[in-house]
């Protein structure tokens, strides 16, 4: 693995074909040692930012940088970067094993290397196979271990969870988690949240080309603010318990139904029954309300604010 500073750096960054503004004034980092989701609906400039990073695209206006070093400035980027970006076309009539050599040789690679990798994606026994005839599946492991040839100390992968059934993705998750446990710098793009909910650490979001929030992933989660439903035959009197002064901010309470409902933020599922308990009022519910964090993704992404950086 390179010891060169490992971060990345938007800075800027915008990215015009034509009319279409694909990405706008984008500035965020990417740290090591995190896996980070860089995340946005369909046609938001996720890859088109990463062909920036990747020297593939020419910014309109400001930088991506790797290590603070713009892609073409780096010295074995083969061995610094690992990518993986969208539609990466194989050879067809070449196998796994034939595909990854070509690398491995380009990188000046043992053979063993190659087999190394196959079996780091669990490609072992397609290795001879032709990678014309691999399933969606089997391209986007091919791809991860082209990527890791070089055993890159940077991984850029755009996707890389399409088209993975859910055994796969979280076979992806132990196998990235693992490579930012190393201490690498691990950025994967997405378009489903949920697809990687469970792998990130931090979150880039984007729509329609504009940074909307980044931040950790727990971050996000905490903005989203936990809401408890609460049923009482005595609403009034459990409005009044849960009121406790000195206790902290006062919990928001909504009154939704006429049926004794309430659904309560700013406090926990056990601090609102020990408020009832003492306060002797009766519950016939309390039901923690699941934290809905691709629901938050939608409305961020859907009125995304450019420019915004909250
Ligand atoms: N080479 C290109 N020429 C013209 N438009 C492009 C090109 N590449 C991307 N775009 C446009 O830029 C926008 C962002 O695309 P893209 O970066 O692929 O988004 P994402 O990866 O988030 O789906 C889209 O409107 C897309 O059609
Ligand atoms: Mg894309």
Not at 203 to 217: C, E, P
Not at 296 to 305: K, R, S, W, Y
Request: with cysteine; proline share 5%.
């Amino acid at each position: 693995m390179s010891t060169i500073a490992q971060t990345l750096t938007i800075d800027h960054l915008s990215k015009r074909f034509g009319k279409v503004h694909a990405v706008r004034d984008l500035s965020f980092t990417v740290e090591p040692g995190r896996v980070t989701g860089f995340l946005g609906p369909n046609g938001s400039g996720k890859t088109t930012t990463l062909r920036c990073l990747l020297g593939l695209v020419r910014p309109s206006d400001g930088t991506a940088s790797i290590g603070g070093q713009p892609y073409r400035d780096l010295d074995h980027p083969g061995r610094v970067v690992g990518a993986a970006l969208e539609a990466s076309g194989f050879h067809p009539g070449r196998t796994a094993r034939g595909h990854l050599r070509v690398i491995a040789d380009a990188l000046d690679l043992p053979k063993t290397r190659v087999d190394e990798v196959l079996g780091l994606v669990g490609l072992e026994d397609a290795a001879g196979r032709k990678a014309g005839g691999f399933s969606l599946g089997m391209r986007q492991r091919l791809s991860l271990a082209a990527a890791l040839v070089g055993d890159p100390g940077i991984l850029i992968l755009d996707e890389p969870a399409n088209g993975l059934d859910p055994e796969g993705i979280a076979w992806l998750r132990g196998l990235l988690r693992g490579l930012a446990r190393e201490g690498r710098t691990v950025l994967v793009s997405s378009h489903v949240l949920s697809e990687v909910q469970q792998t990130v650490d931090d979150v880039v979001i984007i729509s329609k080309g504009a940074l909307v929030r980044a931040g950790s992933l727990a971050d996000l989660a905490g903005n989203g603010a936990v809401r408890v439903r609460v049923r009482s035959p005595r609403r009034d009197a459990l409005i009044r318990a849960l009121e406790v002064p000195g206790e902290g901010p006062p919990p928001t309470v909504l009154e939704p139904s006429d049926d004794g409902e309430l659904l309560v933020t700013g406090l926990t599922a056990s601090d609102i029954g020990r408020r009832a308990f003492l306060a002797g009022v009766e519950l016939h519910e309390l039901t923690q309300q699941t934290n809905d964090l691709e629901s938050l993704f939608l409305e961020l992404t859907a009125t995304g604010t450019p420019g915004g950086t909250a």
